[in-house]
C-alpha cells in the first residue's frame, strides 16, 4: 500500500519563507487574557507574579531558541526579536509562529504553579503570535518603542483608573473623569490621590526586556588568588527606558548588523 | 505621548488571508517527539497513554472551535478539518495557526497528569503547525487518506520493528530484515512472530477520528413513560477506515458542501 | 569571474504560485483609458472599433495560450479563465500576469492600425493585470456574471448620459437627470429620447465573450461525394447572456470540472 | 439590476503589498527571444539596434513612471530599481509587474520601425516581468552587480562562439572548443582571432545603464552675454561599470537612503 496516489495533496502547501536580511519579530499575544485574569484574580492594575511568569517564559525561550537577540513584554504580550540573518526553521513563517507559540504556552502552564502556588489554573491559556519583518535596525527599533509607548499609556491609565475605584468611585465615573485627559492631567490626579507615578515599580511603568547580554565572570581563581574571568552569554531580564539611544548605546551588539 | 509616531511599524504587517470557499486543514506535529517520547519512556510501537492525551487534547478543540468538522490523529501529529465557510479569526493563517497550537499545547500539558500519573513532565513539549487550503471535498478526503495510509505503512514496519527486537534481533539486524519489504511480506514476518496484525487494537491500526456528530440522546420520560428524545451534537472519537466511502456516506453531513 | 559570489540575491525571490485545481482568472484593464478614449476620440458611449480591437487581442490570446477556456470583455477590460489544471508557467502569478499583459498590448499595438486604419497612435496604451483564484465552478460564473451585470448597468447609464448630452443637455444636466434612478426609469429616459434599448447593439448590452468550442467542419468530400466532418476546436466570438444557465448548458465543456 | 449579489467574488483578491522601506526590483525579460531573435535576424553575438530599441523602452519607462531611479539591461532583459520610500500603485505587486511590463511591450513595438526601419515586425514580441524587494543598499548592488557578470560571462562567451563559427568552425566544434575554459582561456581564443575584447563596444561588454541624474544646463543667456545655468533631473544612457564602488561614489544619489 504505497502512499503515492495520494500525495499529490502536498502540492497545495504554500512557501511562507520571510524576506532574508530582515529583522523578524514575534509578538505573542494572550488571548481571552481580559476574562482569564479575571478568573485568576490577577491585581489590577497590574499583577507582578502574572508578569514574572511572562518573564519566565521569556528567558525560557531565550535558553531554547539561540536566535532570538531581544524581547520586550508588557501585560500579555511579549515581542521577540530574532537576529537579521537567522536561518530559523528556514524562515518558515507558520513553523517560526507555531513552534515558539507553542514552546511559550507550555512554559506558561509548566511554570503556572511556581508563580501561583495558591491557585490552580481553572481554564487553558492560550495565545495568539504573529511575525512581522523589518529592514533595518532603525524600524526595529521604532517597533519596540512603539510598544514601550504603548505600555507607558495604558499603565498610566489603568493606574489612574484603579486609584479612582480605590477612592470610591464607580467604573463609570472613573472612565469620564479620565476621559480627553492627557499624560499631565493623569499625573496631576495621581498626586491628589497621593501616588507619585515615578515611584511605581519599573516593571509596571516600562515593561521587561530579556536579551542575552556578554557578562564577564569569575570562573576560578589561579594559583595566585587572582580570579580567572571569561565572557560569556548570559540571559538578563530589566526594566528600562528603549526609547532613547543610551540602552542601544550600552548593547550595541543586540542590533549590531553583521 | 501620543504613540502615532510609531505606528507606521504597523504598515510591515503582511495580510494572510486564507482563501474563501476552501477546506482549511490544519496540522500540529510533535516537535522533537522522539526524543520527548525516549525521556518519557513511551512505550513501542505505540503508547495508547501518549495517543490517549492526543485525543483528549483534540476533543478539548472541537469543545472550543466550534468550526471544527473533522480531525484525525495518528502517532505524534494530528490534523483538524474547518468548515468551508469558517471566518475563524477572519481566516487569517497566523491567527489560527497560533491560537490553535497554543491551545492544544495547554491542553497537552494540563492533561498529562489524567494520563500519566505516574509520570512528571521532564522535558517541555511543543509542537509545530500549519494550515492547508483545499477547494474540494475530494481533496480534503484524500488528504485524510494520505494520513491514514501513513498511519498503516509506519505501524506496520514500526510493529514489525519491535516484534523483532524482542525476539532477540539487534536494532542494524531487524533494519536490515525490513528493508524491501512489501505488506505481505511483512504480515508474513508478524505471522512468524505470532502476531495477526488484525487483531491489534484499532487506536494502532487506523489511527484516530474526532468529529462532532449528531446523536439522538433521551433527555426525559414523558407522563406515559415514554421517551423525549432531542438529537444534539456530541463530540465522538472513533478508531475506523476514512480511505473507503462508507464511513463518509454514514457520516454525510460531516464534508457537506452547504 | 564567476557569478556565484553575487547569486545569493536570487533568495530573495517570493515563490508565487497559485493554488492547484483552482480557476485562475485573469483580468485586463486599460490604464488611463479615460484619456487614451478622449485622445483618440473614440466614439460615446460605446467605440465599435476599440470594442473590436478588445476582441482581436482576446482571439490572439486564445491562439497563443492554450490553456484558455473562456474570456469575457466589456469596455477597456478583460477576463480570461484558465482552465482549472493548467499548468501554465507552473502556477506562477507573476508569470502569468506579466507574459499575458505584454501579449495582449503587443496585440494592441500591432493591430490597431487594422481598426483605425485613420488614426495613429498618439499616446502610448498601456494596461494592468492581476489574477484571482476561484475554488468552484459556481463562484467562476457568479465572478463573470458580475462583470456582465456592470457591463449592464454602466453601459444603460452612459447610453442614457450621451443621449442626453445629444438632445441637448449639458453634462451636469445629464448628470442630475440621472441621478438615483432605477433600470425602469432609464429605459423610460430612452424611450423618451426615441431609443429602445434592447434594439442596441448586442456587443454594446452585452459585451463579448471570446471562447474555444468544438465546431463540425467539413474536411473534404469522399468519393461518393458524401461530406467527411471533423470536429475541431474554433475561437468564437460572441454577444450572449452568460448571467442565466442557457449558455453553460450549451457549452457544458467549457467549464467542466474534469 | 444592483450588482451586490455577485460582489462577493471580490473577497478572494489576494493582497500583493510589497514590504515597506525596500528597494523595489522589477526584472522584464523577453519571452521566447531566441526565436524571435532568429526570426527578426538579429546579429550574433550582439544586435546592436535591438539593444537600442530595449534602451529606447528603458528610457520612456523613466519618462512614465517617476518613481524609478536606475535601470540596467542586457541583452532582451532590463531590471528597474524604484526608489525605497516610492508608493507607486501602494507596491502591489501586480500593478506594478502589469504596468511597467505592458507600457514596455507598448514602446517596444511603437518604436520598432525607428530602429528596424528596414523590417516588419514578423511575430508578436512579450515580455515576463517579476519583482523582488531588496532591504538594504548593499544588495541591490550586488543584485546590479550579478546582472553585470552575467552580461560579462554571456558577452564573452558569445563573442568567442560566434567568431569560432566565422573562422570557419561547425557549431558543435565551437562549443567543443570553449568547454571548460576561463576568462584568460577566452581572451586568448580572442586574441589568436585576431579580437581584442577590451575594443569592443562598451554596450556589447557593459550592458546599458538608464538612470536619473541631476546635469546643469545652459537655459539663456542673460544681457551680458553670459549663460544661466538650471539644474534639471536628465534620463542620461551609458555603458560603464557598475560593480565597483566609483560609478555609484560619482552618483550617490540615486541609491540614497533618505
Known amino acids: 500500500m504505497a502512499n503515492s496516489k495520494y500525495e499529490y495533496v502536498k502540492s497545495f502547501e504554500v512557501e511562507d519563507k520571510l524576506m532574508p536580511s530582515t529583522w523578524i519579530v514575534l509578538r505573542i499575544d494572550g488571548r481571552h487574557f481580559h476574562q482569564f485574569s479575571d478568573k485568576h484574580e490577577f491585581k489590577k492594575p497590574n499583577d507582578e507574579r502574572a508578569l514574572k511568569l511572562m518573564n519566565a517564559c521569556a528567558e525560557a525561550m531565550f535558553e531554547e531558541f539561540p536566535d532570538l537577540v531581544f524581547s520586550y513584554g508588557v501585560s500579555d504580550e511579549y515581542s521577540f526579536v530574532f537576529k537579521k540573518t537567522t536561518e530559523f526553521y528556514n524562515r518558515r513563517s507558520s513553523k517560526i509562529v507555531s513552534i515558539t507559540v507553542s514552546f511559550f504556552t507550555s512554559v506558561y502552564v509548566m511554570k503556572w504553579k511556581d508563580f501561583f502556588p495558591d491557585k490552580d489554573l481553572k481554564s487553558i491559556p492560550s495565545f495568539d503570535a504573529r511575525t512581522v519583518c523589518y529592514p533595518s535596525t532603525k524600524i526595529v527599533r521604532d517597533y519596540l518603542a512603539w510598544r514601550q509607548v504603548d505600555c507607558h499609556i495604558n499603565n498610566q491609565y489603568n493606574t489612574c483608573f484603579w486609584k479612582l475605584i480605590e477612592s470610591g468611585k464607580t467604573k463609570s465615573e472613573a472612565q469620564d473623569r479620565l476621559k480627553g485627559t492627557q499624560t499631565q492631567d493623569k499625573n496631576e490626579i495621581l498626586f491628589q490621590l497621593g501616588v507619585n507615578y515615578s515611584d511605581l515599580p519599573a ?56
Do not use: M
Open 203 to 258: 516593571i509596571f511603568r516600562k515593561g521587561s526586556c530579556v536579551f542575552k547580554d556578554k557578562v564577564e565572570e569569575i570562573v576560578k581563581y589561579n594559583e595566585n588568588g587572582q580570579p580567572v574571568k571569561r565572557s560569556r552569554n548570559k540571559v538578563i531580564t530589566d526594566h528600562c527606558d528603549i526609547i532613547g539611544d543610551e540602552f542601544w548605546k550600552e548593547h550595541a551588539s543586540i542590533l549590531k548588523d553583521e
